[in-house]
């Protein structure tokens, strides 16, 4: 299809094609809509949360909790006006390719404004089944998808206005030494703002 389109409507995914996004360390940056300054404001070096700037912190922090099952650990992080970073670090646990597949059999008659079937019955088997793309629920992008998601919905059931860029940038920290670089600028970041 990319030959037919000579690339031109594909955007390539900025993901490493070669790395394990499901376990490891990543130093992630999220930017709102237009870098709008919706999470406060920085007043002598020292970043004031707004409302919205209070529960971007709140849901980053419950991101453990969310998640026990993928031993996640949250490092330093900084929620500034227009963006928030952070680092992240976690391992999957079990069995990534155990799910349970439901099989839907007896589809005959469909809802024609929906396009869904009104009967149906279905059976669910538990298998050791391998989706070609692995496992779309315990890998970091479904964790800033679950991020992004809760800061909004929270933010709309206050009436706020706000929305996020698309996507957002993350870095895979390879060692102690990056780490502790990093780390420093999370923490200069107000003041070199």
Aim: charged share 25%.
């Amino acid at each position: 299809m990319s030959e037919r389109y000579c690339g031109k409507f594909r955007n390539d995914s900025p993901r490493m094609h070669n790395w394990n996004y499901s376990q490891g360390t990543f130093f992630v940056t999220i930017v709102t809509k237009n870098r709008q300054p919706y999470f406060g404001e920085i007043i002598d070096g020292e970043m004031h949360l707004s409302i919205l700037g209070k529960i971007v912190n709140a849901e980053w922090l419950k991101t453990v909790s969310i998640r026990p099952d993928m031993h996640i650990t949250l490092d330093e992080f900084e929620i500034m006006p227009d963006h928030f970073h952070g680092i992240i670090g976690f391992r999957q646990g079990g069995d990534p390719c155990h799910q349970d597949v439901t099989i839907r059999v007896g589809f005959n008659r469909r809802d024609a404004m929906h396009c869904v079937p009104t009967i149906k019955t279905t059976k669910t088997i538990a298998t050791n089944v391998k989706n070609k793309f692995g496992p779309q629920s315990k890998y970091l992008a479904s964790i800033i998808r679950g991020f992004k998601s809760s800061v909004t919905t929270q933010a709309r059931k206050l009436g706020l206005v706000f929305d996020w860029q698309p996507r957002y940038h993350e870095h895979a920290i390879r060692d102690d030494m990056e780490l502790k670089r990093i780390v420093e600028y999370i923490r200069n970041n107000p003041t070199n703002y």
